[in-house]
């Protein structure tokens, strides 16, 4: 597998609108940080899964030179990890029908949100439609020979997925990771893991926390993701052991 870092900023991205810190006025790309999504590839069946549609989706698939979605994942329905979904109609344009699977509630507010992509055709005026099949998660899945397995993780007032794909974990907005989780993650290659700040959050994972909840599921290598303007990429890529680094949008990994 691939596993391509569209982006690891947060729901305000980097640099933040009217901020003069100095990651915000930062030159070193890897400070500046679209809102989180990824993208993996399956080398084995040459299929690609999205894993959230983030608010800069357009801007990171034309960054990117991405062609081709196969499936759509989504963490959660938090406004910055679906609010891109309308442009997968290009995507739907090209291939036809796209499946994307979310949590029973996430795809209940996904189907309200975008309700007129799910509606009957002839009841939209004018414009494109995203033609997408949303299915809600009841256990693992099998996308492309692939075996996907939620995991139920605390974020504030909700639950989102987290998902263990083999030898990735991709885990994105939570607070903490709960023991259940923490056993079907062992023997990983790669844990994707939310690190907000340095400062604790109520509904994120502070540095410090993500680097504790690392250590205890053991990874091969370990990368935070959805970092804030008060994170700088390389003192943070210093203060972090070899094994544990800040990923940065574009990153590509294989796993």
Same mark, same amino acid.
């Given at each position: 597998?691939?596993?391509?870092?569209?982006?690891?900023?947060?729901?305000?991205?980097?640099?933040?609108?009217?901020?003069?810190?100095?990651?915000?006025r930062?030159?070193?790309?890897?400070n500046?940080r679209?809102?989180?999504s990824?993208?993996?590839?399956?080398?084995?069946?040459?299929?690609?899964?999205?894993?959230?549609?983030?608010?800069?989706?357009?801007?990171?698939?034309?960054?990117?030179?991405?062609?081709? +979605?196969d499936?759509?994942?989504?963490?959660?329905? @938090?406004?910055? *990890?679906?609010?891109?979904?309308?442009? $997968?109609? &290009?995507?739907?344009?090209l291939?036809?029908?796209i499946?994307?699977?979310?949590?029973p509630?996430?795809?209940?507010?996904?189907?309200?949100?975008?309700?007129?992509?799910?509606?009957?055709?002839d009841s939209y005026?004018?414009?494109?439609?995203?033609?997408?099949?949303?299915k809600p998660?009841?256990?693992?899945i099998?996308?492309?020979?692939q075996?996907?397995?939620?995991l139920?993780?605390?974020?504030?007032?909700?639950?989102?997925?987290?998902y263990?794909?083999?030898?990735?974990?991709?885990?994105?907005?939570?607070?903490?990771?709960?023991?259940?989780?923490?056993?079907?993650?062992?023997?990983?290659?790669?844990l +994707?893991?939310?690190a907000l700040?340095?400062?604790p @959050?109520?509904? *994120?994972l502070?540095?410090?926390e993500? $680097?504790? &909840?690392?250590?205890?599921?053991?990874?091969?290598?370990?990368?935070?993701?959805?970092?804030?303007?008060?994170?700088?990429?390389?003192?943070?890529?210093?203060?972090?052991?070899?094994?544990?680094?800040?990923?940065?949008?574009?990153?590509?990994?294989?796993?």
């Amino acid at each position: 597998m691939e596993l391509l870092f569209l982006g690891t900023g947060t729901s305000h991205g980097v640099p933040m609108i009217g901020c003069d810190c100095a990651v915000c006025r930062s030159t070193n790309p890897r400070n500046t940080r679209t809102r989180t999504s990824a993208i993996l590839r399956l080398r084995r069946s040459n299929s690609s899964i999205l894993i959230d549609t983030s608010i800069d989706l357009r801007q990171q698939m034309l960054r990117e030179r991405i062609a081709r +979605v196969d499936a759509v994942l989504f963490t959660h329905h @938090h406004a910055d *990890h679906i609010l891109g979904l309308d442009d $997968i109609r &290009v995507f739907t344009d090209l291939q036809g029908r796209i499946d994307c699977y979310a949590s029973p509630a996430s795809a209940e507010r996904i189907r309200t949100v975008f309700s007129y992509a799910f509606a009957a055709p002839d009841s939209y005026e004018g414009g494109g439609l995203p033609r997408l099949n949303l299915k809600p998660i009841d256990g693992h899945i099998d996308l492309f020979g692939q075996r996907i397995i939620p995991l139920r993780l605390p974020h504030g007032a909700i639950t989102v997925f987290g998902y263990r794909i083999g030898g990735l974990g991709y885990l994105t907005d939570c607070k903490t990771v709960p023991d259940e989780a923490i056993e079907q993650l062992h023997g990983l290659d790669v844990l +994707v893991l939310d690190a907000l700040r340095h400062r604790p @959050h109520p509904t *994120h994972l502070s540095i410090e926390e993500a $680097i504790d &909840v690392a250590r205890k599921i053991g990874a091969r290598r370990t990368f935070f993701t959805h970092m804030c303007h008060r994170v700088e990429h390389e003192e943070l890529a210093a203060l972090l052991p070899p094994d544990i680094q800040p990923a940065y949008d574009g990153l590509r990994l294989s796993i």
